[in-house]
């Protein structure tokens, strides 16, 4: 018996370790920031980019893999998904029974996803569906009008680069010359990009030209990771990274400050040089990634899970003494927060949690946050800043501008969308 006892134990220390080091090995393997080759990527209905690799989904540009087949569980039924071969999401506007649905290739077969469910009738045939268009693509990405001169979908084989006009279901074939052989293509904000390993292309649809800018690396501008390639360009990455702000604010001088995962970028009054350096160089108390920052009284206030720091502005600026606190007992709001502002020569916070805004009035004391309001147009805001031209509201990759606080609280309609790294970074590509 105690034999028995003493095999059960070794064989249970044995399955242990066997599995911790599979679990290991999975989480190894499947680290985006360790520069992966995605098979497929395309956005989903809300525009978030979903990155496939082997049977694994990366949502969005930061967190882990999760299985394809918890999202599409129908990708799984016909054989066990490998993987995916292409991915894209539809633009033609003219076809409503089309628009926005979500394609899948795998070998033979496409499924077509609409609002998360797959639709009666597929998978089916690439050739029924796409009549002309090859089996086990490596990319695909739709191409709607202007991008193309027609609503279109581009495909990619090897070399060979196949146009569809969803309208008439022609096919005609192209060179692209200046262009690699894609592994995956993806349509974002309007631009195309072609990813080949872990570098990406963008391109010009229709004559498949490259910007002599490129390659670049994926993980670098799609990605949020702490270490970068060592020859990554800090400053171009975060004028042109498509990851989201953390958070922005200009101090009383006018001198503004993005911050975003390990960086930060910095803009000084009447010189629109930018410069990027690491959150850790000049806010070293704080470490990275920030949540909001406000600035009051030539102090920045700095909030990171539910602490806030203070730095007096200056070079270099230097952290208060006493801080970090209690956001609940600084601000009388419990952190963490999604962003906050102040409005020039006011002394009112306003704190942006979710969908509801307080506002606090700094010069009362206890702080005790005031009336709280809902903010409807927006699921979640990134990053907020007021200056003197009014507020500007970041979310994702774009930003919203509203003449003062009683205006975006009354916000009905949306104002114009504007793009974060063209019109606020001014970068180019
Ligand atoms: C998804 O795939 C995994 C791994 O192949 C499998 O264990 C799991 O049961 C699948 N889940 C669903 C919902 O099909
Ligand atoms: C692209 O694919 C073609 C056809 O398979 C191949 O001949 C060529 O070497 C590939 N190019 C690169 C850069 O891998
Ligand atoms: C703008 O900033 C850059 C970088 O810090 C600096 O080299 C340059 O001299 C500044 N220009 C002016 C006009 O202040
Ligand atoms: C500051 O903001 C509050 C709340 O919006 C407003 O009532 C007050 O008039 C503002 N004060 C100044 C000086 O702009």
């Not at 695909?140 to 581009?154: F, N, Y």
Request: hydrophobic residues 35%; contains cysteine; aromatic residues 12%.
């Amino acid at each position: 018996m105690k034999l028995l006892a003493h095999i059960l134990c070794l064989c249970l220390a044995l399955a242990l370790t066997w599995a911790q080091s599979q679990e290991a090995h999975t989480s190894a393997v499947l680290d985006r920031c360790q520069g992966l080759e995605m098979d497929a990527v395309t956005v989903n209905e809300e525009g978030i980019p979903y990155f496939f690799r082997g049977d694994h989904l990366f949502k969005g540009f930061h967190g882990k893999a999760e299985l394809s087949n918890e999202s599409f569980s129908e990708l799984d039924d016909h054989h066990h998904l490998g993987h995916v071969d292409a991915a894209f999401r539809m633009h033609y506007e003219d076809s409503p029974s089309e628009h926005d649905h979500i394609f899948f290739f795998l070998d033979h077969k496409v499924f077509s996803y609409y609002q998360h469910k797959l639709e009666d009738g597929y998978p089916k045939d690439i050739s029924e569906v796409f009549p002309g268009i090859p089996e086990h693509l490596d990319a695909a990405v739709e191409c709607p009008k202007p991008g193309c001169d027609e609503d279109s979908v581009i495909f990619f084989k090897e070399d060979d680069i196949y146009f569809y006009d969803v309208k008439t279901k022609a096919v005609e074939k192209k060179d692209f010359e200046s262009m690699p052989n894609c592994t995956s293509a993806f349509r974002f904000m309007e631009h195309f990009y072609c990813f080949r390993g872990h570098v990406f292309y963008k391109f010009d649809p229709k004559t498949g030209q490259v910007h002599e800018k490129y390659p670049k690396e994926a993980r670098d501008y799609f990605m949020r990771c702490s270490k970068f390639s060592d020859d990554s360009d800090h400053l171009d990455r975060e004028r042109c990274s498509r990851v989201h702000l953390d958070a922005i604010t200009s101090d009383d001088a006018g001198n503004m400050y993005a911050f975003r995962g390990h960086h930060f970028l910095r803009e000084d009054e009447g010189n629109d040089t930018l410069r990027a350096d690491t959150i850790e160089s000049a806010f070293k108390e704080l470490h990275s990634e920030v949540d909001a920052v406000f600035t009051y009284e030539d102090h920045l206030y700095m909030i990171k899970d539910d602490q806030i720091f203070v730095y007096k502005v200056g070079e270099p600026h230097t952290h208060l003494e006493g801080y970090p606190k209690p956001v609940k007992e600084e601000l009388g709001i419990e952190g963490p927060i999604d962003a906050a502002f102040i409005c020039n020569d006011n002394h009112t916070a306003y704190i942006i949690k979710g969908q509801s805004m307080h506002s606090v009035d700094l010069k009362a004391s206890p702080r005790v946050p005031g009336s709280e309001e809902q903010i409807s147009p927006f699921k979640k805001v990134d990053a907020a800043m007021c200056d003197s031209e009014g507020i500007k509201v970041i979310v994702g990759n774009h930003f919203y501008h509203f003449a003062s606080p009683k205006v975006f609280i009354a916000g009905r309609s949306l104002p114009e969308q504007q793009k974060v790294s063209l019109q606020l970074f001014g970068c180019d590509h």
